[in-house]
Nanobody, 118 residues
Framework: QVQLVESGGGLVQPGGSLRLSCAVS????????MAWYRQAPGKQRELVAT???????NYEDSVKGRFTISRDNAKNTVLLQMNSLKPEDTAVYYC????????????WGQGTQVTVSS
C-alpha cells in the first residue's frame, strides 16, 4: 500500500528557511512524477511544485526562486527546500502524485504544518 509521510515543518520567522521531506513507501519515486501541495486556512488545496519522472521541476509563480523540489532516490523521498519564507506561505504542506493519479489514489498523508510569523 502506498504511504506518504511528510515531515520537517515548523514555526519560522519571515525570511527563514525550512526543508520538508516526504517519505514514500509502496512505490518508487524515481518512476513517478511527484508534487508538493499546500492548504492554507480557509482555502482550497493548491499545487506548489512538481518534479517529473525525468527530474524536471515546475513551480507555482509565487514560490519561483524561493522553493526547490527534488528527489532522493536512494532514500525514496521527495524534498522541498523553502527559502525566503513569507507569512503567506503558512499552510499545511502535503506531498502526493500529480497529473490525476493523486485523484485516483484518493489518499493523502497527515501533512506537515508550516507557520511563518514574526
Amino acid at each position: 500500500q502506498v504511504q506518504l509521510v511528510e515531515s520537517g515543518g515548523g514555526l519560522v520567522q519571515p525570511g527563514g528557511s525550512l526543508r520538508l521531506s516526504c517519505a514514500v513507501s509502496g512505490t518508487l519515486v524515481r518512476y513517478n512524477s511527484m508534487a508538493w501541495y499546500r492548504q492554507a486556512p480557509g482555502k482550497q488545496r493548491e499545487l506548489v511544485a512538481t518534479i517529473s519522472s525525468g527530474g524536471s521541476p515546475n513551480y507555482e509563480d509565487s514560490v519561483k526562486g524561493r522553493f526547490t523540489i527534488s528527489r532522493d532516490n536512494a532514500k525514496n523521498t521527495v524534498l522541498l527546500q523553502m527559502n525566503s519564507l513569507k507569512p503567506e506561505d503558512t499552510a499545511v504542506y502535503y506531498c502526493n502524485f500529480v497529473g490525476g493519479l493523486e485523484t485516483r489514489l484518493n489518499y493523502w498523508g497527515q501533512g506537515t504544518q508550516v507557520t511563518v510569523s514574526s
